[in-house]
């Protein structure tokens, strides 16, 4: 009754996790074009200005007499990047990411990361100071940096420098490397006869909601580690916390640190350089003119006082690029940056999703495809396995074989359920069998599939990764379908319902997995048994929308489970048929020797 209870429980989760995904993907597909329109939409632009004593700026009107002169732009070109910093303001507001398209097409554009306030989706970097004091006069959003140096480039630094006229010098020394990380140092030169009292700061903005994937497994948001803790906000729960604490969504002291903005693939983080200096992060909701905009910040916890004839500086560094995870291994240990793989979502079982990439990342060097190095790892996952495996497997097959002496049981003592049940167990005992046992090739499967499921979703590297034939991008759905004959009507039936998509590797997977379930034996209970018969179609239709490597490494491992399974059942066969596992049933109870009711 309990395996019943279970089953029927499994049943009915299965069947409200369907209900749900259809019930809540129209409004998710909605969502999304919403946000899609609305980033294309041109949007005002306000100017930033840095407010408060002791706080990161957050942006208000335009100031009266802004300048409406083209802002001068320093050339940024490094082997992974391209663009310009705009020099009014001192903002990294275009980056073009070199090694990265938009589609699997060649020729589609290069993913832009950061983009002007005068576009339709302003992203961007900018550093800063306020005046603690309240008399210094310090950089704002309309000032016109200088430049020295012609173009931004590794080993070509570049500093930024402005006069005051008050006997204050600030400069910003930019420095980039082969990839994508630029260190700022921010520096204050007091030629004055008084002290001053600055607060330098950095902040990432974005001026837009940008479109998310919009699934649970996926962070797309706030993100940092600060203090050695792993700080996760969405948008929403971002806008919600500031509404209560005047923008405030997260404000955390930190000394080794980092904090910015996620998105499937791209990383935009400040990151601390010197864990001795203690700094405020804070994530923050700005809501300006109708429109959500979103900051990340960072600060010193004190103001940097600058004697007469001092100077003061504070370095920050700022990543902006690919979450390529060899690459971000390699920055938290050589620039100590605490957990910064963790900017990749490797999700609860980041103890068997990492292992798992760095085992796909060596075997797709050794045979230079993804693809081929998922059915290779699965091999060698089903090595791993096989002690185990092999016991559950071994136990089912002799269920299978022991099936009509279980099925005489039932017929025998149909009138006494109590009894047949009895019986039954019995059975499992002289035969040494444990029918629970079955359930565990699907459990030691599942943390399995889920890791290499986030394996497949969040990384880069299986970004537009080809197979073979019509698979050109692993991490993506399998784009042939079912219902328009795959390709031969010129028409695309998911526009219609999404429930519309039926790709040829989702049916080879269903199609295993049938197969796999006509070697198991037959579930004694009748309402167990078409459970079971209607699986294969569940999943089929649920794993039609996955990404193609996953559901290829799905229909692989059905095809390694069959070739054991029949194995091990033949061997099973051989046994039985030299009489090792003969079981006597017992004769009929007689009908004077049944309790009479009542």
């Known amino acids: 009754m309990d395996q019943k209870r279970l089953l029927a429980a499994i049943a009915l989760s299965i069947g409200i996790l369907l209900i749900f995904d259809l019930w809540n993907r129209p409004a998710r597909e909605a969502q999304l074009a919403q946000q899609r329109q609305a980033a294309e939409v041109q949007q005002p632009a ?53 090694d990265y398209r938009e589609t699997v097409d060649r020729n589609s554009a290069l993913v832009r990361l950061l983009a002007p306030r005068e576009g339709s989706a302003p992203y961007y970097a900018q550093w800063g100071w306020t005046a603690v004091d309240g008399r210094t006069r310090v950089p704002g959003n309309d000032t016109d940096w200088a430049a020295e140096g012609n173009a931004l480039a590794p080993g070509q630094p570049v500093t930024l420098r402005w006069d005051n006229g008050q006997g204050q010098v600030f400069e910003i020394a930019l420095a980039l490397d082969e990839n994508y990380m630029l260190t700022a140092e921010q520096r204050v030169r007091n030629a ?66 980092w904090a910015g903005f996620t998105d499937k693939y791209w990383l935009t983080a400040i990151t601390a350089t010197d864990p001795a200096i203690r700094t405020r992060a804070s994530f923050r909701h700005v809501p300006e003119g109708g429109q959500d905009r979103w900051q990340v910040d960072f600060a010193p916890t004190a103001a940097q006082s600058v004697a007469s004839g001092a100077a003061a500086s504070l370095a920050t560094r700022l990543f902006a690029g690919a979450k390529e995870v060899h690459l971000l291994d390699a920055y938290a240990d050589r620039l100590n940056i605490p957990d910064f793989d963790k900017a990749i979502d490797f999700g609860w079982f980041y103890f068997l999703t990492k292992p798992f990439f760095y085992a796909l990342d060596f075997l797709f060097k050794l045979f230079g495809n993804f693809g081929v190095a998922i059915l290779v790892f699965t091999v060698f996952l089903k090595a791993a396995f096989f002690p185990l ?29 109590a009894k047949a049940q009895t ?80 790709p040829v590797w989702a049916l080879l997977m269903g199609a295993t997995m049938w197969a796999q379930q006509k070697l198991n034996p037959q579930p004694p209970d009748p309402i167990q048994a078409k ?68």
């Open 389 to 417: 495996a092999n016991k559950a497997y071994k136990s089912m097959g002799r269920m299978k074989v022991l099936g009509p002496k279980m099925q005489e049981i039932r017929e025998r003592y149909k009138d006494d359920p």
């Open 46 to 98: 306000p100017t930033p200005g840095p407010v408060g004593p002791l706080r990161a700026p957050t942006d208000a009107a335009p100031a009266a007499g802004t300048p409406a002169t083209p802002a001068a732009r320093l050339p940024i070109e490094g082997p992974r990047v391209k663009g310009t910093l705009n020099l009014r303001g001192a903002r990294l507001d275009d980056l073009v990411l070199k």
């Open 192 to 257: 004055a006869a008084e002290p001053v009292q600055v607060l330098p700061w950095s902040r990432v903005r974005r001026e837009n909601t940008p479109p998310t994937q919009g699934f649970f497994i996926l962070h797309e948001g706030f993100v940092g580690v600060l203090d050695g803790r792993l700080r996760e906000v969405t948008y929403s729960d971002a806008k919600s916390e500031g509404q209560k604490r005047s923008g405030v969504a997260l404000e955390q002291e930190t000394g080794a640190g």
């Open 531 to 598: 459970i079971f018969q209607w699986m294969p179609i569940i999943f089929t239709f649920m794993l039609a929308s996955f990404p193609a490597g996953l559901v290829i490494y799905w229909t692989w491992n059905n095809l390694l489970s069959i070739a054991q399974q029949w194995y091990i059942m033949r061997l099973e066969k051989q046994r039985n048929a030299k009489g090792g596992g003969a079981v006597a049933i017992p004769a009929a109870v007689p009908a004077a020797a049944k309790p009479k009711k009542g």
């Open 423 to 502: 019986e039954m167990m019995a059975l499992y005992r002289t035969e040494k069998i444990n029918p629970a046992s079955g359930c565990l090739p699907i459990l030691i499967q599942i943390p399995v599939f889920f890791a290499l499921y986030k394996v497949l979703f969040v990384t880069i590297e299986m970004r537009h990764a080809p197979f073979f034939g019509w698979i050109q991008d692993l991490s993506a759905p399998d784009p042939t379908n079912l219902f328009n004959l795959f390709g031969l009507l010129p028409f695309d039936p998911t526009q219609l319902s999404s429930f519309l998509h039926m």
